[in-house]
């Protein structure tokens, strides 16, 4: 078993849920963040030369980037789904535009459905 | 490839962003969480307060950068002079494999 740890765009939920529940793993939970990737160029930044506001940009430069509003989508999938909903979620989220997010992919030891009791790979059949 | 979950004390986020910003770690997801730990919450009088806001950071890295990571959060995050009760916990897991959307590449398989 496998946990996808992937890193979204708020507005591109809707794509992934509906990718996902296609990839056969209908099963996830998401929670809202805050996040900022390698963060070469700071649109705050940008902005503030243009308008010629230097003094605003000698005081942003302390902080880095700021941080923006990201989905946390955690999925736990056996392993021979992994590929699968790897590249649902790449294409559903795919734009080409740095800020499409991140997945990463973590090994489970185990997992148990607190209603029935069933264990690793039983805990997880959805159907 | 290891991702780092610390749990920090809210005040003390900024200043440990700005560590890792500045140790060269840019990357962070931040996320608002409430926990205990095994002092089993902050007891005032007769009220006990078992879920004290916290806040959680989430980064990965790779494994060579991993000791430095640690080293920078623990630095950053400690309050007073020898460190405190609540100061948080820094988790370390392993991560298989790594993907940007936005080139829809594998950027490091174990």
Redesign the interface.
Known sequence: M?QI????RVDAMNRTKAALVQAGVAGFFA?????????RVDFRVAYAAEAGRDEAIAHLK????M?LP?R?VHVVVPDEKVQLA?SA??EA???????????????VTDTVRIRTGERAEAALRED | ?A?IQTVVRPERV?AV??AL?DAGF??????DVFGRGKQRGLKVGEITYDELPKEML?L?VDDADKDLVIETIIKSARTGARGAYGDGKIFV????????????TLDGAK
């Open positions: 496998k740890v992937a890193i979204l929670r809202k963040v805050l996040g900022r990737g390698k963060g302390d902080d880095g980037p941080l990201k946390l790897v979620i790449i989220n795919r734009t080409g535009q740095p800020g499409d997010g991140r997945i990463f992919v973590l090994p | 490839m991702m900024h962003m700005k910003l840019p990357a962070v997801t931040k996320m989430m990965v897991l392993p991560v298989e494999a790594s993907y940007t959307v936005s080139s829809g």
